[in-house]
């Protein structure tokens, strides 16, 4: 008998139920999956924000997806690796990455004539609502500064993690729940599967 299914029935007994929020696509339903904290306790960001996790063979989330916990608390699906033996799939592994900002992605549309100033502030068009992501410093050839607040430190050094699927652009503007702009100076799309690792920049467009 084939073990993907049993599998499957004991994460569906003692996993955790998530709904996977597909941008574009909407609800997909409910899954199961089981998880892990990371133990780097030396490190509490990446203890509070990377979890591990397992689904079964037959899950549907990909990388980019975002899923939400019952708790209301979502993660962006960073990977899904398949886990295999004797060339059966018993399910998938992967990384979360948990989202600390949300908000809108807006892209610039034009510029109209102000009066009587003649200034010419930037025409706004929405790209995406709600953006769900991950801000943060570099994560790799840098130290995590953890003990400022967001936002109140220079970020020209941060990245932030959105899905693919979004479409993020170079001078597109992330305008966070919080109230901060950001401006997004390069989109890296090949990194990860399904996942843009946005450079930023202080937004300081009308």
């Not at 929020?21 to 780097?40: A, H, I, K, V």
């Not at 209301?72 to 004797?86: A, D, G, I, Q, S």
């Not at 109209?112 to 995406?128: D, F, I």
């Not at 943060?136 to 932030?160: N, P, R, W």
């Amino acid at each position: 008998m084939s073990l993907g299914p049993e599998i499957k029935d004991v994460l569906e007994q003692i996993g955790t139920s998530y709904m996977i929020l597909r941008p574009n696509s909407g609800e997909l339903g409910t899954e199961y999956l089981d998880y892990e904290m990371n133990r780097q306790v030396t490190k509490p960001f990446i203890r509070e924000y990377f979890l591990e996790f397992s689904v079964p063979y037959d899950s549907v989330v990909i990388g980019g997806d975002i899923i939400r916990f019952s708790d209301l608390r979502c993660y962006l699906v960073m990977n899904k690796t398949p886990e295999n033996f004797e060339d059966e799939c018993l399910g998938y592994e992967g990384v979360l990455y948990k989202c600390n900002v949300s908000g809108e992605l807006l892209r610039p549309s034009g510029e109209v004539w102000g009066s009587p100033s003649y200034r010419r502030p930037t025409v706004w068009t929405s790209a995406k609502l709600p953006a769900y992501g991950l801000i943060t410093e570099k994560m790799f050839g840098t130290d995590l500064i953890q003990d400022e607040e967001l936002g109140q430190i220079g970020i020209e050094a941060h990245v932030l993690y959105l899905p693919t699927s979004y479409g993020a652009q170079p001078l597109d503007r992330y305008w966070a729940a919080s109230g901060e702009y950001y401006k997004i100076e390069v989109v890296e799309s090949r990194k990860f599967d399904g996942v843009d690792v946005c450079h930023l920049s202080e937004d300081s467009r009308e």
